[in-house]
């Protein structure tokens, strides 16, 4: 027997719910925005620059209290010590020193001798304030990038009402997770922007098969109001959108669970991106089709002229996302 998650020949009325989605969506937008002016974002070693030494203790569990106070008579500026992974790991963080390179290597030979033989040193690593501030541009220059390809590429194998709808979306998933880091204070790394690409490609690809749908329904009812169509085509896909993003979570709740310290704020981000991408695309990316003005008739082609309510003929080459 067939799991079934998702019964079939559902007919529930999103657009109803874009009333308390819009104003939902545009607080949260608001205040992940106003967070991060505030606030700001933890940046991790990547974009500070600095150290970060991965220990392991002699004893179990470490002494964090003990470890903190040793680095505290190194006079090293902001010191971070916390357990990372097992009972007897931890992860040691300092600040950009000043004098450049050659004041961080000495910050490096300071900390190995003051701990000696007490603790096996797994990880050094040493950036540059020149390579963070590179790495953070980078960064900046693959979201900005990706966004235009989007953007362009919607735009081409859709309409412009699509391209700007699917864009509002992923914009609005980036900004939203991002406030999800500022609340957390989870440290952002390259990492945290390799979740933000991969949350840009996932919420996108739902976005998409969902509009894949909406297109080819807008040849076959033309004269169908465009709430009702748009209530139509969420339905016929909910099945497979409700599937893909539970699979997609529970993969993702493993690697949270037991992937270790080390991906776990990666991961966190990753299933947020996946509920606020499932929930966009189903209250946001349709909605916005109506705020935009979508007429059937700037889609319809010639080959699905059809009755009201018709079944009419599918478009050649048609739905290969909503297929897939």
Known sequence: MLLK???????????????????????????????FFSVGLNFGIDFRGGTVFEMKTMESPADISSIRTQLGTLNLGDVQVQQFGGPDEVLVRVQQPEGGEMAQQAVVSLVRESFGESVEFRRVEV????????????????????????LFYIWFRFEWHFAVGAILTTINDIVV????FVVLQLDFSLSSIAAILTIIGYSLNDTVVVYDRVRENLRKYKKQPLPELLDRSINEMLSRTVMTSLTTLLALAALYFFGGEVIRSF???????????????????APFLILLNLRPSSIAGEDGDTPDGGEGKAPAGGSSAASA
Do not use: C, D, K
């Not at 997770?177 to 999800?180: A, E, N, P, V, Y």
């Not at 991961?267 to 990316?285: C, D, H, K, Q, R």
């Open 267 to 285: 991961t966190l981000a990753m299933i947020f991106g996946v509920v606020i991408g499932t929930y966009s695309s189903v209250f946001l990316a």
């Open 5 to 35: 998650i998702v019964p079939e020949n559902t007919h529930i009325a999103f657009m109803r719910f874009r009333t308390v989605s819009y104003p939902l969506s545009a607080i949260m937008f608001l205040a992940s925005i106003a967070l």
């Open 177 to 180: 997770t991002i406030g999800l």
């Open 127 to 150: 950036v540059g304030p020149r390579v963070s501030g590179e790495l953070a541009q980078a960064g900046l220059i693959a979201v900005v990038a990706s966004l235009l390809v989007i």
